[in-house]
């Protein structure tokens, strides 16, 4: 899953492809590197971020959502966003996948939206929200606290009409987690996968890899592959990166040490509504 930031002010990126012509050239780029999923987003989740007017993130979004499904490649096009209103335009615009980092609890229409479109969704784990999420984040042991949070979203989206494989499920490494929680979820990737759906990861140039590495945010790439690495040995299937080329090497290199069937998923192109 390749990243495309249509914000001013992404941890990594922002700025870079606020343009729709740029936003697009950087998709098309991504999917040439081999990304089967392309995540376009309008609103920074970044610690500290403010909330963007659901306004703002239709004109951010809508255009570079439109424009790569016009490309008319192989590629299934994600909306990042909490709000059914956005995600709603996106999936008329050509996405075929809601990525919401709040796991439906931010917009009670949302889950609705998705069953009604029988979309593909990623809900993911975040303790408290971005502007506060780092603000001494606390757990019991944060795997089986973040796997019973999984669970309950889980089936708040099946009981919301959700065919349970239309479900990906994301453990949130850096929202609301320390370096060591961060750690501590990849280690125990494996747990999190035993909850029987894929397991999308997104480590890709996060602060914890600077802690360790000491690098600046554009020099994280050789970290982010060590965690996709590491990742997929442990059930993960779908990698949020920013870097396609280097991790999708990575990754096919570790497959065929594996014998682990990657990429996992057959890619729709166009939603099944
Ligand atoms: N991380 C970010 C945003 N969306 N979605 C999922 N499912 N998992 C993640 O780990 C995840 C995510 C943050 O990265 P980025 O989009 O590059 O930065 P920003 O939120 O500052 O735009």
């Not at 995540?39 to 004109?59: F, I, K, N």
């Not at 089986?144 to 494989?165: C, P, Q, T, W, Y």
């Not at 690495?229 to 059930?235: A, D, I, S």
């Amino acid at each position: 899953m390749g990243v495309v930031n249509v914000t001013p002010d992404s941890f990594s990126d922002g700025g870079a492809f606020q343009d729709p012509v740029a936003a697009i050239a950087h998709g098309r780029r991504l999917i040439s590197e081999g990304a089967a999923i392309v995540d376009v987003g309008g609103e920074s989740t970044r610690p500290g971020a403010a909330p963007v007017p659901a306004e703002e993130e239709l004109r951010r979004v809508v255009p570079v959502v439109e424009g790569i499904a016009g490309l008319g490649l192989p590629v299934q096009i994600s909306v990042d966003t909490m709000k059914a209103e956005v995600a709603a335009a996106a999936l008329d615009a050509g996405a075929a996948y809601v990525n919401d980092v709040t796991a439906f609890r931010h917009d009670p229409d949302l889950p609705a939206l998705v069953a009604e479109r029988g979309v593909d969704c990623c809900l993911m784990h975040m303790l408290g929200e971005p502007r506060t999420m780092q603000e001494n984040p606390r757990y019991d042991d944060v795997v089986s606290d973040v796997k019973a949070f999984l669970e309950e979203r889980m089936g708040a989206a099946v009981s919301a009409g959700i065919a349970e494989e239309r479900i990906q499920l994301d453990p949130g490494i850096g929202f609301g987690k320390t370096l060591e929680h961060n750690l501590e979820l990849l280690r125990r990737l494996d747990e999190l996968a035993a909850l029987g759906r894929p397991i999308v990861l997104g480590t890709s140039r996060k602060s914890f890899l600077g802690r360790i590495t000491g690098r600046d945010v554009t020099e994280r790439v050789h970290g982010t592959t060590a965690t996709c690495v590491m990742g997929l040995e442990r059930g993960a299937r779908v990698f949020r990166v920013h870097d396609v080329a280097a991790v999708a090497d990575s990754l096919s290199v570790a497959a065929a040490t594996l014998a682990a069937r990657w990429p996992a998923t057959t890619i729709p192109t166009t939603t099944t509504s």
